[in-house]
């Protein structure tokens, strides 16, 4: 098809044209909240890497939870900051852990709101690793158990959805095995199944007092130069049980998104990450940029990319705004 038989601008005249051909929609059913629990009652500690977000008490979190589902979306994830952090992380799969206790409050205030709970250590530990750490060794096989633990007593709590993010090889399916054997085969598990060592995470280490006491986590998180090792990874996540699989982050990474959407039929979510949304908050602070042009199409690009569901700090303030729908 060539001008002048063919002119692709006829139907870019107008908005109405350009909704009636328009090849990818973003919506509030696409959205996942993050939420972060802390102890206390009506507390609401600013992130100020995270400019709108908070540390939340629990009576605090079950609010906002009740405001996202009153603009229609319809799932939070929720990660924790304990009182105490120790080796072990025991904080991680305590009954009555930061992170129960959020999931017992929302389900029982706001039941029509699906609960999706973080599944790792690093929160927990006072050395700031995912997992059990043997000297300057993080120890895989070892972390496996309290991952699994973690996720039963999320289930236990009423989580609708455990999501484990700590990038140990075997979790799911050891997660799905403890699941199994204690009568939570119903509850789902959406891996983090190419989570990359980025520089992106940040503000989110701030927010959730998680960056790591020594090293790095190069040595379980992936490689920013590989995205063939993205597709292994997720077809390990898949026969291990996985039900939705995960890129994070997602804007630097919508290659890897697209490969995994092309490798794979289960749901695909990406994270939005705390450095991707703070990025575009500092500039459109400093007027470089417009905020709601930027945000739209950071978002509908991973949608683009092949995502069906998109975890994202943007959600409330985008749909409260009417931005999306």
Known sequence: ??????????MRQSEAFRRLVRETTLGVDDLILPLFAI???DVRNPIPSLPGHFQLSVDQLVKTA???RELGIPAVILFGLPEKKD??????YAKNGIVQRAVREVKQKVPEMLVITDVCLCQYTDHGHCGMVEGDR???DATLDLLARAA?????????MVAPSDMMDGRVAEIRGLLDENHFSHVPIMAYSAKYCSAYYGPFREAADSAPRFGDRRTYQMDPANALEAVREATMDAEEGADIIMVKPALAYLDVIRAVRDGFDLPLAAYNV??????????AQQ????????ALEVLTAIKRAGADLILTYFAKDLVARGLIR
């Open 287 to 294: 007027g470089w940029l417009d905020h709601d042009r930027i």
């Open 274 to 283: 705390s450095g991707e949304y703070s990025m575009i908050k500092a500039a």
């Open 1 to 10: 098809m060539l001008f002048p038989d063919y002119r692709p601008r006829r």
């Open 87 to 92: 080796a072990l992380g025991t904080g991680a």
């Open 66 to 68: 009740a405001e996202a």
């Open 39 to 41: 102890g206390g009652k």
């Open 152 to 160: 039963l007593t999320h289930a236990q709590a009423g989580a609708d």
């Open 138 to 140: 993080i120890d895989n």
